[in-house]
């Protein structure tokens, strides 16, 4: 199969994408909108891009009908957000904030989980989620103004909180964690079933 991405209804190239770019991390982005109500959804169209300094990227797409989200309106008027970490006790909670609620619903409050004030930014982190990244917002690149095309949100990230037993000299204990990440449709996937591949030349490091 041949596919020319031209030619290919974007529901359709939607599904080629979430398909193929597989399993993917889930940024639980929490921001705060223009009346000061909390906000919180799952982007998984993420990853980080940089070490030094630390930044993430994730990307909000236009719905179907070309209308902006909650997420990307907030990081644009505020510049910060927070990078909550889903691990599988919130996975429930975190599906609860996918539903497509107007901005005056707080989030927070519709999934159950509790916010925390920040230390830096004025946007809340998730007291659930066991990792937690504060974002100032670097930049937005808007890739495309069509129905389902994406803007991708890079921010540094200015603290990192990491529950105590969680980590150990800055290594994160992934079956602690254990983190989810996102398949196709409703579909997800374990961190827990994992195999080691020492890279040519390297120390393995335990
Ligand atoms: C696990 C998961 C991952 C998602 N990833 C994305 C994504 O990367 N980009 C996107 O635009 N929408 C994504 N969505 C859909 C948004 O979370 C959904 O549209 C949400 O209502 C947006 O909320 P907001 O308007 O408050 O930002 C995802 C949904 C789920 C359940």
């Known amino acids: 199969m041949i596919i020319d991405p031209r030619s290919t209804e974007p529901l359709n190239l ?21 009346d000061g109500i909390y ?6 169209f993420f990853t980080a891009v940089s ?14 009908e070309g209308r ?4 990307l309106v907030n990081c644009e008027r505020l510049g910060e957000f927070v990078v909550n970490v889903v691990s599988e ?15 005056e619903v707080d989030e927070f409050e519709v999934s159950g989980l509790t916010p925390v004030p920040s230390e ?14 504060e974002c100032k917002l670097r930049e937005i690149v808007q890739l495309s103004s069509l129905p389902m095309g994406g803007s ?12 105590d037993e969680y980590f150990d000299d800055f290594r994160i204990d992934p079956d602690k964690l254990r983190a989810v990440g996102r398949m196709a449709g409703s579909t997800y996937a374990r961190t827990t079933d994992r195999f080691d591949l020492v890279r040519p030349g390297a120390v393995k490091k335990g």
């Not at 070490?51 to 179907?64: M, T, V």
């Not at 902006?68 to 997420?71: E, H, Y």
């Open 14 to 34: 939607y599904k080629l994408l979430i398909g193929s770019v597989l399993p993917r991390p889930i940024a639980f982005v929490s921001t705060v909108g223009a």
């Open 89 to 103: 006790d919130v996975v429930r909670q975190m599906n609860e904030t996918a539903a497509d609620f107007p901005p």
């Open 68 to 71: 902006r989200k909650d997420t």
């Open 120 to 133: 830096v930014v004025a946007v809340p982190r998730v007291k659930e989620c066991h990792v937690a990244m």
């Open 152 to 163: 991708l949100v890079l921010g540094e990230v200015v603290r990192i909180h990491v529950d």
């Open 51 to 64: 070490a030094n300094p630390p930044i993430l990227a994730f990307a909000p797409q236009l719905s179907a």
């Open 39 to 44: 906000n919180l959804a799952p982007y998984s």
